[in-house]
Antibody, heavy 126, light 108 residues
Framework: QITLKESGPTVVKPTQTLTLTCTFSGFSLSTSGVGVGWIRQPPGKALEWLALIYWDDAKRYSPSLKSRLTITKDTSENQVVLTVTNLDPVDTATYYC??????????????????WGKGTTVTVSS | SSELTQDPAVSVALGQTVRITCQGDSVRSYYASWYQQKPGQAPVLVIYGKNNRPSGIPDRFSGSTSGKTASLTITGAQAEDEADYYCYSRDISGNHLVFGGGTKLAVL
């Protein structure tokens, strides 16, 4: 059974740095083609893709947040960590991690997140 | 703004067929995947690749692609299908991924 669980602080002050940990089980982040991504969702708003780290340590970031995000992995501990710097109240959201897969069907590639954590709520407030 | 465009809201009568669309240049090169999200819950993958359903997803859910439009079709919508639906794909301009803005489906 594949599971992912997000953990981190529930309240953070503006300008501080947020560190979130995704602890997973049931798969290995050293398996070719596998990645773990972070997604957030402000209250009442849409999903926003943030960052992704692949089995080979390749990293991808949202262009609009790239300067504030860092994603790392600890394969032996089955963890992926996301840091977000210089927090603002607009960063208040539920943060999810999910397993990322890549596939090919003929000419097309496709990307999908097949298993998600339940999410962790982060409030940015002084 | 999202590089994948979805209609904000769609409605369907119980038992009828509804199509939820996702438009973007990246759809010409990458198949979109689709997620269902109910209030207070994490998203759930319902369609990936050309038209693949994860285990446990009813076969009334199907996916298709034409040009720059990806579609999620629910044939015979049920009350439990009322939810927000998001498409997801790789952005055509870079190596990052992106979600559509989401479609709220009401089953009447």
């Amino acid at each position: 059974q594949i599971t992912l669980k997000e953990s981190g602080p529930t309240v953070v002050k503006p300008t501080q740095t947020l560190t979130l940990t995704c602890t997973f089980s049931g798969f290995s982040l050293s398996t070719s083609g596998v990645g773990v991504g972070w997604i957030r969702q402000p209250p009442g708003k849409a999903l926003e893709w943030l960052a992704l780290i692949y089995w080979d340590d390749a990293k991808r970031y949202s262009p609009s947040l790239k300067s504030r995000l860092t994603i790392t992995k600890d394969t032996s501990e089955n963890q992926v960590v996301l840091t977000v710097t210089n927090l603002d109240p607009v960063d208040t959201a539920t943060y999810y991690c999910a397993r990322q897969n890549v596939g090919i069907d003929g000419y097309y590639q496709y990307y999908y997140m097949d298993v998600w954590g339940k999410g962790t709520t982060v409030t940015v407030s002084s | 703004s999202s590089e994948l465009t979805q209609d904000p809201a769609v409605s369907v009568a119980l038992g009828q067929t509804v199509r939820i669309t996702c438009q973007g240049d990246s759809v010409r090169s990458y198949y979109a995947s689709w997620y269902q999200q109910k209030p207070g819950q994490a998203p759930v993958l319902v369609i990936y690749g050309k038209n693949n359903r994860p285990s446990g997803i009813p076969d009334r859910f199907s996916g298709s692609t034409s040009g720059k439009t990806a579609s999620l079709t629910i044939t015979g919508a049920q009350a439990e299908d009322e939810a927000d639906y998001y498409c997801y794909s790789r952005d055509i301009s870079g190596n990052h991924l992106v979600f559509g803005g989401g479609t709220k489906l009401a089953v009447l």
